[in-house]
């Protein structure tokens, strides 16, 4: 009997990646939905992983994984990002198609508004900051995690993170403030 067929349960890749995909699904899943939209979402984690599939020998064991599969996310989801502004820009020069003009609702103060100027500060911040921000915040991932999936040291997660929610809390107190202000009647907005 040939040595191959007598592989043991340690190396058979199903029983490695079981135990991975039912510990992380879920944490993965809530990443892609909250960055792309839970039409997108399935799909970009099922590449996630695709990916944790492919390069099951390369991918950390225990705690460690969990940060690999936030990197492999991380970069799938950015390429989902370039995919959709290539597709706007492709379908803005084929339709030529002009810019709609938002609504200016204006909220009444409570939590609602809260979040909407929370979100619409956190829309002005780059994409790092966002990324930054996303990852300690809404993922809860810690910053040793954090630099794994961004791949940067511990130190420069600290300071780009105080920098990050710097940048925010000002961001948010001057939307606060304009939108609290009155506007002139007949002045365009």
Known sequence: MPKTS???????????????FQAHYRAIYRYCVRRLGPSEAEDATADVFAVAWRRLDELPTGEAARAWLFGVAHRV??????????????????????????????????PDRD????????????ATDQELLRLSSWDQLSRDE??????????AVDQRLYRARSRLKARFERLANDSS????????T
């Open 146 to 155: 954090i630099a794994s999936v961004l791949g940067i040291k511990q130190n």
């Open 6 to 20: 007598l592989r043991s349960q340690t190396e058979n890749p199903e029983l490695r990646f079981d135990p991975l």
């Open 77 to 110: 989801v950015g390429n989902r990002y370039r995919g959709r502004r290539r597709q706007r820009t492709l379908s803005a020069r084929l339709e030529a198609k002009t810019p709609d003009h938002e609504s200016h609702e204006v909220l009444e103060p409570g």
């Open 115 to 126: 979040i909407e100027l929370l979100l619409a500060a956190l829309d002005e911040l780059s």
């Open 181 to 188: 202000r009155p506007t002139p009647e007949g002045a365009s």
